[in-house]
């Protein structure tokens, strides 16, 4: 087990590594100075210099990567050349918008999924399964984006129950903080929720067709009993890997919807670096985001064996 | 690029579906005036820094122009200038010596006392090799600054500039305290009505009064600053009443909409961006003046301002702001002509056009008028291809290393006519008339010599076809019918807070 921790480890480093190099020389060949997009068109060039110097931008490319990575190790991401403060603080003043947005939305979606999709299984080819299942086909269709302009028209406009977008600070209070994200998180789970959904309905259906479910059935469990106790069990696995492979492309929508809802996430952050061509907050911020989807993964890879148990028999017979 | 382009078109599908769902919905039940002691103003972008003197965004200067710092003199809603912390500025009959007395009792936000030598260490910190200040030309006539006392300040110029006085109107020669301006960045201190006490980043700034103002008290207690750039996003804060105001929506298709919500009030106004079809005057076949005249034929701006900004900008015919006194009406210069166009092509050697490659910034206005443009262009045989461009990438091929053939931008500096007359500019345009013309602008003694100067330079530009001008960029100000003292233009980008009042 310790073995295959460490050369888990590895694997995860290497990644990370690569991801890295891939990811500093993407954002040095693209044209532009930031100092320049800084002091804008009518600073002389004495000026812009002034401005690169202060900034670090004089320093050979090998240099600033290796100044990059160790810095990443220390905890040291730089100073953003258009805020001029640490990188490491806007990415600490942003985690708590986004991290609590993607949890909220991925566990919305995770309720509403995996019922849905074990309810429409247990009706398979009734009216309940195909109501479900044309609403997951909508959810799958409609944008996450323009699905939060709608919840912004219908809550927000015409019924002011929730703001329309921005985020107070959680210092205004936890519920007035957990409603101005309500919204967005809904927009985002949407379309993660129908794809589970769809997911756990195949997934259930293919468990319900195996011979222990007769089994118990014989032995006098009820329709539902089994389906909680054998079913669930064995249908989590595929269910559980979209659920990962679904982090990614949340962390992907928090960028469009906290722009749609004007949140001071992550995302955000990240569109506005691009904007500003603050290529250090850039490239920290993908490193970031790599790194949140790379580390998902490896988690969810080592806890296959928890719900699973073949799985952990399996790695110890390969042992 | 893809991905870009992409999101664009979809944000776009978004935005036509939003308007579309807003008006088959109920209009809002809620009527909220708000709190009359505080006022949520919004605005498009989040500056950077909250230093003017450390960047060129416009967006620093909506918050902090006599807002938290002040200069010497300010520009008013109608662009004229007012004083503000100089109580007099005496001018010698040469116009080479200005005796600047400072108001008595004005403190910083810290505490510390106005005095001469804040005005002498800012002006000197904006004129330094290592300073970041983006209009370096205010400070470069001064020679030498003196400080007979405490309250007085003696600039003595090394060259003439008509425009000396103006300039210190402007954001760039905001008045900072050496005990604190190495923060302003981040921590600004200065002597305006407001103090800055909290950013959020990515989302608000938050100011307060300041109790000790030297000037008017501002009738609101508290102010916030809200940033919202999707311009959806920002019609659903106006209608859901998060924003009191927005500066400056980006939504021009929406207007109607706005209008039709008996909370709010909109208010179409001028900004000082001349929006321009820049063409590369050093390149061929840009460098003949009949194919740059054939080009400003063939594109009918009405057209171009209804498609891009739903009509709300002000057709101009040269490089000039309509808010200015010296301003000349030159929108009938070039006639709206396709087949005259086609003809002077030919004549020019292109009797089947060429192709062309047309570079654009990433605001809205410029991807819109790019596309209409591009088929005004089509129809006298010039085939243009669309590039979108990033602003890193714009700054730096098209704007520095002159590589490009047309562009669409907005000039938003005013009184910016004289890059017209700079050497290697990116326009790629030498006239020794305008050079003239110029020059005339700031050896002018007076103001009718100036406008004069100014009018020669209009009148150059225009019948030399230099670029394709466009429109001014409208202000299109969104806000409760409640709120009063909003600004109508923009003369320069700012949001005086302590001029609002809730009715």
Redesign the interface.
Known sequence: MIGFLVRRALTLLATLMVAAIIIFTVTEI?????A?????????P??IA??R??LGLDAPPMQRFFQWIFGFLTGDLGISY????PVAG?IA??LP?TLPLALLAITMASLLGISLGAIAASRANGLVDAGIMAGAQVGLAV?N??FG??L???F?????WF?????P?WQAGFFIGLKALLLPALALALPQGAVLARITRTAVLEALGEDFVRTARAKGLTRWQTLRRHVMRNAMVPVFTMLAMQFSFLVAGTI?IE???????LG??M??A?????IITVKSLVMVFAGAVILINAIVDLTYGLIDPRLRLARGVSR | MMKRQIFTAAKAAGAAGFLTLAAVLPSPVLAQQGNRDSVTLCQTLEPPILDPTGGAAAAIREITYDNIFETLIAFDSAGRTQPRLAASISSSDDGMVHTIKLRTGVTFHDGTPLTSADVKFSFERAMAPDSKNSQKWIFAPIGSIEMPDASTVVITLKSFAGDFIEGLAWADASIFSAKSADKAGTEPIGTGPYQFVRWNRGDRVILKRNDAYWGAKPAIANAIVRFIADPQAQVAALMAGDCDAHTNIGAPEAVAQLRANANLRVTIGRTEGETIVAMNNSKAPFNDPRVRQAISMAIDRAQVNEGAMSGFGTLIGTHFSPNHAAYLDLTGAVKFDPAAARKLLAEAGFPNGFSASLRLPPPSYAQRSGEVVAAMLAQIGIRVSIEPVQWAQWLERVYRQRDYDMTIVAHVEPLDINIYSREGYYFGYASDVLKDAIARTKSARTAEARNAAFQDAQRRISADHVNVYLFMLPKITVQKAGLKGMWANWPVPANPLGQLSWE
């Open positions: 693209l044209p532009g100075d930031p320049a997009v800084m002091l804008g068109m009518t600073a002389t004495e000026t002034a401005l110097t202060d258009a805020y001029r403060v806007l003043e942003r918008v944008p984006f323009w302009i709608l912004v028209l219908l927000s406009i015409t019924l002011g703001p329309a977008g921005g985020f600070g469009v722009n749609v809802f004007a949140l001071p996430g955000r952050l569109f506005q691009i904007g500003g061509h603050d």
